[in-house]
């Protein structure tokens, strides 16, 4: 074949059935992940060349149903509906046979083509569980393909079958669809007929399809319908409507629950046709390993194990990249000091641009690891069981134990953090989360804490950096209470979650998904955070010409001149000790000139200018000037830092703690600091997700004023407390 | 009897679920209908939620929502 043909492959599928392996299997590293077009699902899509066709393979969320409840289940059927996929793979967990198959007799409903990935069927096998696929393949009137996702197997065969699919014409086989109960059948024939009768050609569903969701008096359907059809389709919903009581009259239920119950009815059939299962009662691996993750007594003490040594491995071994990349970073500032000629430009280059985007791109080793831990935690399944342990906790708050997941991701980044609120149901639960998810000490301000810390508490930084941790954690549960009982009221979602087979990861997905995580952290490097540096060196750069308190130069030249009389007049065994002194002389001079130099600098204007507002807090203007720059992203505070306290030249790794302690910054201040840090607004990239998922301006103004009306309190409290029971 | 009334190890068969609109779908819609078979599997520590077992997977409830589904219980547990 010459002229290669386009074909669009959706993959539909509950969660945890294997959706994510196959489609990285199919897609490799060829995948693009952006959004659903109008809500913040993410989506993910891959192109492919295989057996001669451009094959398109949509990762479609996964979804139990397509009953439009979630933004997800939304996202999905629309996706099959408005765009019309030539083929929809359903991957099918062979071990979950019945509960996904509620999912694909909805999509059969649908009349789009069906294809059954049956997937882990030997793991279903091991189980007991036996699946007569010819058997389900025809009475489905759906083509079976076996896979085993993990072990990438059968997957070939599944693209064949979606080409072949894909070929034939659409009418060729008699579908074999739900049959509900001989009332609900009249129902939807009566509605059917009318629709065919009178808008047949104003709707762009078929026909059934469209009368079963009116019937279930879906609400997007619907409105969709009255939108297109006008006075006739105002005919057919009043019929609607008179069916739905007639129904609700005879069942004494809803009729879209008795379909429900039909459904169900109908796949408990074929489930009894095509499944044979040995053990009653299985004893499977995940349950043993669940009777200890989730034990009564020992199940929170192993949660807040794996916590700590997530944080643990993230940091201690997380060191050892640092050292390299710090080194690096020195190097490539040394080498450009040397061949790029003495300028403004150098000065831009090396200070604003190497010196700026170095001091944040160490802490890349921190995140990956972190995001990799996440993802661990995410693909063996212990996630939901987190959510599970915590839900009565959450549910304190207010808000579903799934909640936790973001709010644990948000010790990583924000930006993911508050990302991956989507996954909540209810908005009130979405924007609650969002709201304190910034309590949670992200990853960047860790690097603040460990300068200032390591600085002011040597030994007991880490007691101390652990502290602020719960300090975030505890702040989060007060605010989250707080606004579940004034601004959010409401009732709780709903917690019905499955929870998922322990799985062995697979390094594959792993590496995935840390990297399309630290990809944002690395984006933000490259953007924002390089902008950043920039302005904050420029600030602190100009004014170029300052007006000195004390002429320097001069000063130098009579500490040089009356240095060299002294050596000259001196014996030899002086001499060298003379040279030492007259070096320290000038070298203090030096110091005291930069450190007006920033004083009078823009930034260091600015800085004194707000210091008002720091002082109670035991923050100098310094302090000031840095926290204003950690708007950008927190990590920028060291780097202003750095700059302020113009440690002389990157290759003196102790300069800034040296510089610090002569600061007259207090352990103290430091820990005031800290807290300011831990709290107060959320930097940039954060604040602009903050706005795009809550897709509100008011709840991401709420959100800044609130953090930093806490950050403030918190830190005058901690500041003028401890002042009063005497720390200094 | 209450699902949210059955102890770890009880087995029931659904014979109702109430509740309002949402909930009660989503709850049908991961497959405790009439006439299926759930297994207390476990309590939470903080004995919220509950852990079942039904249709061959496992799947979690908060004790308020359980309340909603009416059982009959067809097997003492042991715990």
Redesign the interface.
């Known amino acids: 074949m010459t002229d290669k043909k386009t074909i669009t492959i959706a993959l539909a599928g509950n969660p945890n059935s294997g959706k994510t392996t196959i489609f990285n299997n199919i897609t490799g590293t060829r995948q693009k992940v952006g959004n659903w077009p109008g809500v913040t699902v993410e989506k993910k899509e891959g192109l492919i060349r295989k057996f001669g066709y451009d094959l398109k393979i949509v990762d479609l969320p996964g979804t ?2 397509l ?1 439009p ?1 979630s933004i997800e289940e939304i996202v999905a059927r629309d996706f099959v509906l408005e765009e019309s996929p030539d083929v929809i793979i359903d991957i099918i967990d062979a ?5 996904s198959l ?1 999912l694909a007799t909805q999509l059969r409903e649908i009349d789009s083509k069906v294809l059954f990935a049956l997937n882990m069927a030997d793991v279903a096998r091991s189980n007991g ?1 036996k699946i007569d696929a010819e058997m389900l393949s025809d009475l489905l009137a759906v083509p079976v393909v076996f896979t085993v996702g993990n072990k990438n197997e059968g997957i070939d065969n599944l693209l064949q079958e979606a080409i072949r699919l894909a070929e034939t014409s659409p009418e060729e086989k008699e579908k074999r669809n739900v049959k509900y109960n001989k009332d609900i059948e009249n129902a939807i024939s009566k509605i059917q007929n009318l629709i065919e009768e009178k808008v047949k050609e104003k709707i762009n569903y078929k026909s059934r399809w469209t009368a079963i969701k009116l019937l279930e008096d879906d609400k997007i359907v619907k409105e969709r319908f009255a939108g297109k059809t006008g006075v006739a389709g105002e005919e057919i919903l009043e019929e609607t409507r008179t069916l739905r009581t007639y129904l609700l009259n005879h069942f004494d239920e809803d009729a ?2 008795v379909m ?2 039909d459904r ?1 009815g109908f796949i408990a059939g074929i489930i009894k046709e095509v499944q044979t ?1 040995t053990a009653r ?2 004893i499977d691996f ?2 043993n390993i ?1 009777l200890v993750l ?4 020992i ?2 003490p192993i949660f807040i194990f794996f916590i700590w040594a997530m944080f643990q491995l993230t940091f201690t071994l997380g060191a050892y990249p640092m050292d390299w990349i710090e080194s690096g970073v020195n190097l490539i500032s040394l080498f450009a000091g040397n061949i790029v000629p003495e300028s403004l430009l150098k000065d831009l280059l090396i200070d604003g641009i190497i010196g700026g985007v170095g001091s944040v791109i160490v802490f890349l080793p921190n995140i990956l690891i972190l995001f990799f831990c996440i993802a661990l935690l995410e693909d063996t399944g212990y996630m939901a069981r987190a959510a ?2 915590m ?3 959450m ?1 304190l708050i207010g808000l579903h ?1 799934k909640s936790f997941i973001p709010m644990l991701m948000g010790f990583g980044c924000n930006v993911p953090a508050i990302m991956a609120t989507r996954t909540l149901e209810s908005e009130k639960d979405r924007i609650l989360t969002i709201l304190i998810t910034p309590f949670m000490s992200c990853s960047a301000k860790l690097p603040v804490y460990i300068v200032l810390a390591g600085t002011f508490f040597t030994a007991k930084a880490g007691n101390v950096i652990f502290s602020l941790y719960l300090l975030g954690i505890v702040l989060s549960i007060l605010s989250g209470r707080l606004f579940r009982s004034t601004l959010l009221k409401g009732v709780d979602a ?8 322990y799985r062995v990861p697979m390094l594959k997905s792993l590496m995935i998904h840390m990297w399309d995580r630290s990809k944002m952290f690395l984006k933000k490097m490259g953007g924002v955070i390089l902008v950043g540096s920039v302005i904050v060196w420029a600030l602190s750069a100009f004014p170029k010409n300052i007006e000195y308190s004390v002429d320097y130069s001069f000063a130098m030249n009579r500490v040089n001149e009356s240095f060299n009389m002294k050596i000259a007049a001196a014996g030899d065994e002086d001499k060298d000790a003379l040279k030492k002194e007259r070096i320290a002389a000038i070298i203090g001079l030096q110091k005291a000139m930069n450190a007006e130099k920033t004083e009078k600098s823009y930034m260091g204007r600015i800085g004194k200018g707000i210091s008002p507002v720091f002082e109670p807090l035991g923050i100098d203007w310094r302090g000031s000037v840095s926290l204003l720059t950690g708007f950008f992203a927190k990590e920028i505070v060291v780097s202003t830092l750095g700059v302020l306290y113009s440690t002389e030249g990157p290759d003196d790794k102790d300069a800034l703690k040296k510089a610090l302690r002569s600061s007259g910054m207090t352990p103290l201040s430091a820990l005031s600091m800290m807290v300011f840090v831990l709290l107060y607004l959320p930097c940039l990239a954060a604040i602009l997700m903050i706005k795009k998922e809550t897709a509100s301006f008011k709840w991401t103004a709420f959100s800044i004023i609130y953090t930093t009306s806490v950050a403030w309190i918190v830190a005058f409290c901690v500041f003028q407390g401890g002042k009063l029971l005497g720390f200094s | 009897m209450l699902l949210s009334e059955m102890k770890q190890g009880d087995k029931g068969i659904v014979i109702r679920v109430a509740g309002n609109g949402a909930l009660r779908r989503r709850i049908l819609e991961m497959g405790i209908v009439k006439g299926t078979e759930v297994f207390v599997e476990k309590y939470a520590p903080l004995k919220d939620p509950i852990e079942l077992i039904l249709k061959g997977y496992h799947l979690s409830l908060r004790v308020e929502e359980a309340a909603q589904i009416t059982v009959e219980k067809s097997r003492q547990g042991t715990g």
Not at chain 1, 294 to 297: A, E, H, P, Y
């Open positions: 139990y149903s009953t409840f071990s979950n046979l019945e509960r509620y569980t879209e629950i429900t119950d169900f299962t009662e299985r995940s349950r669940d989730t034990n009564r007594f199940g929170f599970f342990l839900d009565k906790i549910h134990g709903p917690f019905v979650m499955e929870l998922p087979p």
